[in-house]
């Protein structure tokens, strides 16, 4: 029997959401030779809400890494995901030897009042999209998914300079939360990575190694880009902020959980070694870049 001609033959992995790391993703690895993408976005005529679609794309794939968040129509569930699973699994047998990632968000652990979390440390959330992202997490994983939990994304055009310049005010440190950072090249790396050699259904937090406080981030990043530090309020003046609309409630709810979110897994099972180990070796880039223009 002839064998497949070779374009056939090629891994034909789906970006199932291509945003900004799932281009990183096709960008590290576009080779000749190397496997095919398939980038499914709106942007790309792709309708992941229709059932049609999602049978297209699951039939067309070999491998997986998802990344589209999840669906808002259900307090609780991810009817996205829900479809583009069932998808999978109408291709019978074959599905469960499909191999795939998904990307969650650390979010899902709540809040443990700045303790440290690990990967079998238990999910408190009780926000909606984390919620859904749970809902997600177990439906994927009864697939083999492997299942990485993903904090703030940083990069030189993912930090909040806006935000810093507008004067939007933080929290005084002794009322302050924890927040946890991943660049978007390493996130891109370790997504690579866990689709290879992850372990089907297992869970890695996809994070660095940083331990900030929200508004100590807020203030590296301002002396990185030379620019005023944001004022520091007491959360029941923030809150009347909120009220008042010169605060998002999405800026309320990240302040809500607090957590220092490690992994040994990324490392000793993954193999990752990252190349942003923490915020402050990408903010050293940044100064560099501030103070090249101000020399030019």
Known sequence: MRSLPARFRRPRIALV???????????QHAQARGPAFVCA?????????????????????????????PSEQHARRDLRSRALAAALRARGPSAHQARGVYISTTGVYGDHAG????????????????????????????????????????????LPLERIRAGSPALKREEDVFTNHIHADDLARISWRALWV???????????????RMGDFFDAVALAAGLPL???????????????????QMMMSFLADSRRVRSKRLEEELGVRLLYPT???????LNQRVRQGREC
Do not use: Y
């Not at 959401?17 to 960008?27: L, P």
């Not at 079998?120 to 999209?129: L, V």
């Not at 944001?230 to 998002?248: E, F, M, N, W």
């Not at 915020?279 to 050293?284: A, H, S, T």
């Open 17 to 27: 959401g291509f945003g900004d790391v799932a281009q990183r993703i096709a960008n």
């Open 41 to 69: 976005s709106r942007s790309r005529g792709w309708n992941l809400d229709r059932a049609g679609d999602c049978r297209r794309l699951m039939a067309c794939s070999t491998h997986f890494i998802v990344l589209v968040p």
């Open 115 to 158: 303790g440290v979390v690990t990967e079998t440390s238990a999910c408190r959330t009780q926000q909606a999209r984390s919620l859904r992202r749970l809902d997600a997490e177990r439906i994927w994983r009864a697939l083999g998914f492997h299942v990485l939990r993903v904090p703030g994304i940083t990069a030189q055009d993912r």
């Open 198 to 212: 992850g372990r089907p259904g297992r869970v890695t937090n996809a994070v660095d190694r940083s331990e900030m």
């Open 230 to 248: 944001v004022p520091r309020i007491s959360r029941a003046d923030l809150t009347k902020a909120a009220q008042a609309g010169t605060v998002s």
């Open 279 to 285: 915020v402050d070796d990408l903010l050293r880039s």
